[in-house]
């Protein structure tokens, strides 16, 4: 069956580094939309960053533009979230979501986002 | 940008009753680009509602989803016991890509 596993969560120090990555089986990743959504402790769900099928479009939520990247290997069927100058406002739990299968940018909202992972706690302490 | 705001904060039913989710959005919003999702406590999101009216895969038709433009419902006719969690609404805008979630309706046992 279709699934996410997420790994590299922990805890991490104030303006540290941290990657995590996602396991993806069960489809043919490199078709598909992929997305990292966070949820904070007690808090709502908010979108972070999503890649195309091929990598080669990349969008991110503008509080963590320039410090975070989602890259994929289409050939290890696995997504990753390299997160750098992490703040305490990065505490959550991180999910890795799939998307649609589309290479259309315009059509990248049909469908939902209909596969989530269990996620990986991220929490940044001193 | 888009901000996408849903009301009530908490709905407080019993099971067996109609529940009404509104989700209300700063600009108008293609319907296509409209997705409801349900959390549990402790567990993953699931989707529910796509393209502002279609059922995802495995989810009752007690779940309906309606609306157009600025304004968008979630609709559960008939409440189970595991109906009783938080919805989120959410939105893509293409220009550039953005995907909003709202702040999401809790719906409590009454």
């Known amino acids: 069956q279709v699934q996410l596993v997420e790994s590299g969560g922990g805890v991490v120090q104030p303006g540290r580094s941290l990657r995590l990555s996602c396991a993806a089986s069960?489809?043919?990743?490199?078709?598909?939309?992929m997305h990292w959504v966070r949820q904070a402790p007690g808090k709502g769900l908010a979108w972070v960053a999503v890649?195309?099928?091929?990598?080669?479009?990349?969008y991110y939520v503008d509080s963590v533009k320039g410090r975070f990247t989602i890259s994929r290997d289409n050939s290890k069927n696995t997504l990753y979230l390299q997160m750098n100058s992490l703040t305490t406002e990065d505490t959550a739990v991180y999910y890795c979501v799939k998307g649609p299968p589309e290479q259309r940018l315009v059509r990248w909202g049909y469908y939902g986002m209909d596969v989530w992972g269990q996620g990986t706690t991220v929490t940044v302490s001193s | 940008e888009i901000v996408l705001t849903q009301s009530p904060g908490t709905l407080s039913l019993s099971p067996g009753e109609r529940a009404t989710l509104s989700c209300r959005a700063s600009q108008s919003v293609p319907s296509s680009y409209l997705a409801w999702y349900q959390q549990k406590p402790g567990q993953t999101p699931r989707l529910l509602i796509y393209?502002?009216?279609s059922r995802a895969t495995g989810i009752p038709d007690r779940f309906s989803g309606s609306g157009s433009g600025t304004d968008f419902t979630l609709t559960i006719s008939r409440l189970e016991p595991e109906d009783f969690a938080v919805y989120y609404c959410?939105?893509?805008?293409?220009?550039?890509?953005?995907?909003?979630f709202g702040p999401g309706t809790k719906i409590d046992i009454k």
């Open positions: 393209g502002a009216s």
């Open positions: 069960g489809f043919t990743f490199s078709d598909f939309v």
């Open positions: 890649i195309s099928y091929d990598g080669s479009h990349k």
């Open positions: 959410q939105q893509y805008g293409a220009s550039p890509p953005l995907f909003t």
